[in-house]
Structures are given as structure tokens and as C-alpha cells.
């Protein structure tokens, strides 16, 4: 009584000999009543089923997919093939290490041995008793003169442009000791862009070969550009073919844990223009000064690969689990953003910040390493966070057909393959599959009364005071590293190694051979002399 006068509510008139009933306010009740209104607390699922029906309604989907293809169209023609071309590997070394400071005097005053490098082709003549000093290695000199003297290049040294300048001392340089094979030095700056120059000498080399193979002469073009440029060919090949090798496993694995071929395309999609988007600024950000080192795209390629077929996985095993409880397509899609959306939102944004955090690692290239993968991840979380449910509503029709269990697909096949299924609909072949020709498990609840292994453990460690001791343990050992961190110094590590094949071959054989071989060494000895006034190194 005493609460409804405060709050000014009209009481009923009540009788002497009567009783009443008054109704008791909740806490939020009297809150709004006191004018202290609650905020109502967010719900996920307005929002899901606000964008949900926004895909199918407004034809919002349709929409979103057009944008998505086409800032992928957009990204291929701007350069997301060309990424790899732009891609160096100048490992300088960082302002941690002991040679740092030398490297910053060859940078301000010798800045020509940093960025300068010398190729070579090498012209052998293979017949017994003969010199290379002939009228044919001439006419290649020649050839290859006339041919390179028009790209950037510093300089073309050889044994015939001293010999033409009669300065016999310099051109013996350029000759073996048994004058059997000539070396031809190409001086190039690669701040100017190489790549098409070493695509055309060892062009120019294999029609030499072709031309004066018979004739006893070997012909070949090697250096660091060269034998690198080579090597990464061959190393993207090789990349390309052992993942591509995998695809089908995987593919396999995926149709047998989704249930449904045609759901298959959606990892496609995603993987296509994660990448490619991806590659693009990476590209965009390779031309505008940057530094990326070569094996970047390879790196972009494998995440881009994992990632996509692992978060389409995740939405679609959701997907289909919410179709064979018996939810509607637009349900089913709510549901998966709603449980493994959130997943993949979580999961992905560990990885970005984890990559980038290599950004503030101090070794060459990891910089590049950290921004690129992070963007490339972004990107896959992006993509299948929007396409897949938009291809899923907007191809309603399409997808709400497909298979709820693989053994279904299977069905579908021997069906269509044998002629004894032919004849029976496929609606009793895949109710009947298990029982009759195939005996494979079929798909259930999982029932929570049986724990699996996994969620026994979860379940013991998740309690106290277990879920104290765990992590205390973990950053224990952190500390340890920490520690062992503390004298830790950084190092230059050089390993040489010139690859296999020809150019490589030739490549170690020129360092050895020719006086003049070590231009093509990356190695420089830095002599200084002391602080006194007028001290020289001479």
C-alpha cells in the first residue's frame, strides 16, 4: 500500500469485509517505475535474422556477392599475378646486428657494392685440343652484345671488349687458365629491375646452345639473380604440385564430413578471391618501396588454402547438422553464423594479431612476412564470413537439394550407374542405404551423456584448481625462455648454397676458376682506420 501511493497507482476501492491481492513488481518492474530504466541486453539473434532476411528479401546477397567478385576481378588486373615479379630478397641485416653499422657505411659511401651485382654467361668449347679463342665464340659475343647492350645494364665485360681496347692484361682476366672457357660479366644495378633481363639471357643462352651445340660449344648463363630466379621457378612449381597433390584427400575428407558434393564449390569460391585479393595488396604494397622476399606469395598461397577449406568446413558441418535436425535453409544459416561465425571470427583474429606481431621481429623480411599474412588471413576470414551464407540464399534453390549425408551422393551414383538401382526412387535408396548394400554409420546427435576423451579432459581442466595450475604452468615455462632470452645475441649466419642444376654448377665453377669470379661474391670486408687526424687506409 505503502509502495503504490509512492508511485502514484490508483488503488481499487475495496470493501471492509473483502481481501486484495496485490501483485508483487519484479526488480526491473520497480527500476522503470523509479525512472532507472535497464538497457535491454544486445541479442545476437535479431541481428542474424535482421541479415538473414535481409539476404533473401532485399536481395541484399546478391548484392554483396556482385561487390565481392568484383574487387576480385579488380584485384586480378591490378597486378595479383604480378605480385611474385615485384618480390626481392636484399637481406640487409637489421639494426640488432653486430654488422649493422658496417653495412650503413657501405649504404653512404660505397652504395654502388650494395646494390650493384654481376651475372655471367660462360661460353665453353668442348672439343678436345681446341680453344675457346674462335671465330664462333666471337660471333656469340657479338650476338649477345647486340642483344643485352639495350636493357639497363652498367656494363658487358668480356675478353674481346679489352682485346678490342688493347688492354691485353684486363682481358686475359676473363679466360681461364686453360683457355677453355670465356666468361662474359654482366654488370647490372637490380634497384632498376632484373627480371626481364635475366629472362632474356637465358633465352638468348638456349638459342646458342641450339645454334652451336653440334658444333662442341656449351653455352651458360648463371649468377646470383639468375641461379635465384631459377631456383624460385622451380621451388613455386614444386610448391604448387605438392599442395595441388593434396587437394584431393582433402576434397575427400571434406564430401565424406559435410555430406554434400555441390557444397563443395564454396570453399573454391572463397579460396579464389581470398587470394587474389590478398596478392593485390600485397602487390600494391611491393610497388610502393616495400621489400617483400620472394617466398611471400608461397606463404600468402598455403594460408589462403588452409584457411578457407578450414573455416568453410567449420560453417558447413554447422550448416548441415541444423538441416537434419530439421530447421529451413534461412534457420539453418542463422544458426551457423551464430555458433561457428563466431568461431571463425575468434580463431582468425588470434592468427592476424599473431602474424603481425612479426612485424617487430628483428630479422630481415619478417616484417613483410607479419603484414602480408595478416592481411592474407583477413581476407579469408572476410570472405568466407560473406560469401558463404550469401551463396547459400541466393542459390537457395540449388543448395537446399544438396545431400545431407555423403552415403546420400553415394546413392545417388549406384543409382545412376547401376541399373538395379535405377529403377527404385532415390528418396527409399538413401533411407534404406545402411541396411541394404551399404553399411555405413549413419549421422546422429551427438548425445552429451557420453563424453568423448576430449571433453573429458576439457571438463577436469576447466575446473578448480586445475584451471589455476594449467596456466600457471604454461607462463612458467614462458619464463624459462624469457630467462634463456635475457643473454641472447644476434647473429649474421651465412649459408651458401648455389642449388642444383647447370647454372648452379657453373655458378660455383666461375668463383673458382676465373681471377675475376669474386665480382660475383655478396661478400664485402669492410677496412676502416682509426679516429686519428689524417689517417688513411693506405
Same mark, same amino acid.
Given at each position: 500500500?505503502?509502495?503504490?501511493?509512492?508511485?502514484?497507482?490508483?488503488?481499487?476501492?475495496?470493501?471492509?469485509?473483502?481481501?486484495?491481492?496485490?501483485?508483487?513488481?519484479? *526488480?526491473?518492474?520497480?527500476?522503470?517505475?523509479?525512472?532507472?530504466?535497464?538497457?535491454?541486453?544486445?541479442?545476437?539473434?535479431?541481428?542474424?535474422?535482421?541479415?538473414?532476411?535481409?539476404?533473401?528479401?532485399?536481395?541484399?546477397?546478391?548484392?554483396?556477392?556482385?561487390?565481392?567478385?568484383?574487387?576480385?576481378?579488380? *584485384?586480378?588486373?591490378?597486378?595479383?599475378?604480378?605480385?611474385?615479379?615485384?618480390?626481392?630478397?636484399?637481406?640487409?641485416?637489421?639494426?640488432?646486428?653486430?654488422?649493422?653499422?658496417?653495412?650503413?657505411?657501405?649504404?653512404?659511401?660505397?652504395?654502388?657494392?650494395?646494390?650493384?651485382?654481376?651475372?655471367?654467361?660462360?661460353?665453353?668449347?668442348?672439343?678436345?685440343?681446341?680453344?675457346?679463342?674462335?671465330?664462333?665464340?666471337?660471333?656469340?659475343?657479338?650476338?649477345?652484345?647486340?642483344?643485352?647492350?639495350?636493357?639497363?645494364?652498367?656494363?658487358?665485360?668480356?675478353?674481346?671488349?679489352?682485346?678490342?681496347?688493347?688492354?691485353?692484361?684486363?682481358?686475359?682476366?676473363?679466360?681461364?687458365?686453360?683457355?677453355?672457357?670465356?666468361?662474359?660479366?654482366?654488370?647490372?644495378?637490380?634497384?632498376?629491375?632484373?627480371?626481364?633481363?635475366?629472362?632474356?639471357?637465358?633465352?638468348?643462352?638456349?638459342?646458342?646452345?641450339?645454334?652451336?651445340?653440334?658444333?662442341?660449344?656449351?653455352?651458360?648463363?648463371?649468377?646470383?639473380?639468375?641461379?635465384?630466379?631459377?631456383?624460385?621457378?622451380?621451388?613455386?612449381?614444386?610448391? *604448387?604440385?605438392?599442395?595441388?597433390?593434396?587437394?584431393?584427400?582433402?576434397?575427400?575428407?571434406?564430401?565424406?564430413?559435410?555430406?554434400?558434393?555441390?557444397?563443395?564449390?564454396?570453399?573454391?569460391?572463397?579460396?579464389?578471391?581470398?587470394?587474389?585479393?590478398?596478392?593485390?595488396?600485397?602487390?600494391?604494397?611491393?610497388?610502393?618501396?616495400?621489400?617483400?622476399?620472394?617466398?611471400?606469395?608461397?606463404?600468402?598461397?598455403?594460408?589462403?588454402?588452409?584457411?578457407?577449406?578450414?573455416?568453410?568446413?567449420?560453417?558447413?558441418?554447422?550448416?548441415?547438422?541444423?538441416?537434419?535436425? $530439421?530447421?529451413?535453409?534461412?534457420?539453418?544459416?542463422?544458426?551457423?553464423?551464430?555458433?561457428? $561465425?563466431?568461431?571463425?571470427?575468434?580463431?582468425?583474429?588470434?592468427?592476424?594479431?599473431?602474424?603481425?606481431?612479426?612485424?617487430?621481429?628483428?630479422?630481415?623480411?619478417?616484417?613483410?612476412?607479419?603484414?602480408?599474412?595478416?592481411?592474407?588471413?583477413?581476407?579469408?576470414?572476410?570472405?568466407?564470413?560473406?560469401?558463404?551464407?550469401?551463396?547459400?540464399?541466393?542459390?537457395?534453390?540449388?543448395?537446399?537439394?544438396?545431400?545431407?549425408?555423403?552415403?546420400?551422393?553415394?546413392?545417388?551414383?549406384?543409382?545412376?550407374?547401376?541399373?538395379?538401382?535405377?529403377?527404385?526412387?532415390?528418396?527409399?535408396?538413401?533411407?534404406?542405404?545402411?541396411?541394404?548394400?551399404?553399411?555405413?554409420?549413419?549421422?546422429?546427435?551427438?548425445?552429451?551423456?557420453?563424453?568423448?576423451?576430449?571433453?573429458?579432459?576439457?571438463?577436469?581442466?576447466?575446473?578448480?584448481?586445475?584451471?589455476?595450475?594449467?596456466?600457471?604452468?604454461?607462463?612458467?615455462?614462458?619464463?624459462?625462455?624469457?630467462?634463456?632470452?635475457?643473454?641472447?645475441?644476434? *647473429?649474421?649466419?651465412?649459408?651458401?648454397?648455389?642449388?642444383?642444376?647447370?647454372?648452379?654448377?657453373?655458378?660455383?665453377?666461375?668463383?673458382?676458376?676465373?681471377?675475376? $669470379?669474386?665480382?660475383?661474391?655478396?661478400?664485402?670486408?669492410?677496412?676502416?682506420?682509426?679516429?686519428?687526424?689524417?689517417?688513411?687506409?693506405?
Amino acid at each position: 500500500y505503502r509502495s503504490s501511493l509512492q508511485t502514484n497507482i490508483p488503488l481499487p476501492s475495496i470493501a471492509s469485509n473483502s481481501t486484495m491481492q496485490v501483485p508483487i513488481l519484479s *526488480a526491473d518492474n520497480q527500476s522503470s517505475l523509479l525512472g532507472k530504466e535497464k538497457l535491454p541486453p544486445i541479442d545476437v539473434n535479431v541481428y542474424l535474422s535482421s541479415f538473414v532476411d535481409a539476404i533473401v528479401e532485399r536481395k541484399l546477397g546478391w548484392a554483396i556477392i556482385a561487390l565481392l567478385l568484383s574487387l576480385t576481378a579488380a *584485384a586480378a588486373g591490378a597486378g595479383a599475378f604480378k605480385f611474385s615479379g615485384h618480390t626481392v630478397d636484399n637481406y640487409s641485416p637489421t639494426h640488432y646486428l653486430e654488422s649493422y653499422k658496417g653495412y650503413k657505411v657501405f649504404e653512404d659511401r660505397f652504395s654502388g657494392f650494395l646494390t650493384e651485382d654481376v651475372e655471367a654467361i660462360v661460353i665453353t668449347n668442348n672439343n678436345k685440343g681446341e680453344s675457346v679463342l674462335t671465330e664462333i665464340s666471337e660471333s656469340m659475343w657479338n650476338e649477345i652484345n647486340d642483344t643485352l647492350s639495350v636493357y639497363p645494364i652498367l656494363s658487358l665485360e668480356s675478353y674481346w671488349r679489352f682485346q678490342a681496347s688493347n688492354i691485353t692484361t684486363l682481358a686475359t682476366n676473363y679466360l681461364s687458365f686453360d683457355q677453355k672457357t670465356a666468361l662474359i660479366a654482366i654488370r647490372v644495378d637490380f634497384r632498376f629491375g632484373t627480371d626481364s633481363l635475366i629472362s632474356k639471357g637465358l633465352d638468348l643462352v638456349n638459342s646458342l646452345n641450339d645454334k652451336y651445340e653440334k658444333a662442341g660449344y656449351d653455352v651458360v648463363m648463371t649468377g646470383k639473380l639468375t641461379t635465384t630466379q631459377i631456383s624460385d621457378k622451380k621451388t613455386g612449381k614444386g610448391f *604448387a604440385t605438392t599442395d595441388g597433390s593434396g587437394l584431393p584427400v582433402i576434397g575427400i575428407i571434406f564430401w565424406w564430413q559435410v555430406g554434400s558434393i555441390r557444397l563443395l564449390l564454396l570453399p573454391l569460391v572463397a579460396l579464389a578471391c581470398s587470394l587474389l585479393c590478398a596478392w593485390a595488396l600485397g602487390n600494391a604494397i611491393a610497388t610502393h618501396g616495400n621489400e617483400i622476399p620472394s617466398y611471400q606469395p608461397n606463404i600468402m598461397l598455403f594460408l589462403c588454402m588452409a584457411l578457407s577449406i578450414d573455416y568453410t568446413f567449420f560453417l558447413l558441418t554447422r550448416f548441415q547438422e541444423e538441416r537434419r535436425s $530439421g530447421r529451413d535453409m534461412r534457420d539453418s544459416v542463422k544458426m551457423m553464423l551464430q555458433h561457428s $561465425g563466431g568461431i571463425v571470427m575468434v580463431s582468425g583474429s588470434i592468427l592476424v594479431v599473431t602474424w603481425f606481431a612479426l612485424c617487430f621481429f628483428p630479422v630481415y623480411g619478417l616484417n613483410a612476412v607479419g603484414y602480408c599474412s595478416a592481411i592474407t588471413i583477413f581476407m579469408c576470414i572476410s570472405m568466407n564470413l560473406l560469401l558463404t551464407p550469401c551463396l547459400l540464399l541466393s542459390f537457395e534453390k540449388f543448395f537446399s537439394n544438396a545431400s545431407q549425408y555423403a552415403r546420400e551422393d553415394l546413392a545417388a551414383c549406384h543409382a545412376c550407374c547401376c541399373s538395379c538401382f535405377a529403377k527404385r526412387d532415390l528418396e527409399s535408396q538413401a533411407s534404406t542405404t545402411s541396411g541394404n548394400y551399404l553399411k555405413l554409420p549413419r549421422v546422429s546427435k551427438v548425445s552429451l551423456k557420453k563424453k568423448s576423451f576430449y571433453r573429458r579432459v576439457a571438463t577436469v581442466a576447466t575446473r578448480f584448481p586445475y584451471s589455476i595450475v594449467i596456466p600457471v604452468i604454461v607462463y612458467a615455462l614462458f619464463g624459462l625462455g624469457c630467462i634463456k632470452l635475457a643473454d641472447f645475441s644476434f *647473429a649474421l649466419g651465412a649459408n651458401i648454397s648455389f642449388g642444383t642444376g647447370k647454372e648452379a654448377d657453373a655458378y660455383k665453377n666461375t668463383l673458382s676458376d676465373f681471377p675475376t $669470379g669474386g665480382y660475383l661474391s655478396s661478400f664485402g670486408v669492410l677496412v676502416t682506420t682509426s679516429a686519428k687526424a689524417g689517417a688513411t687506409v693506405y
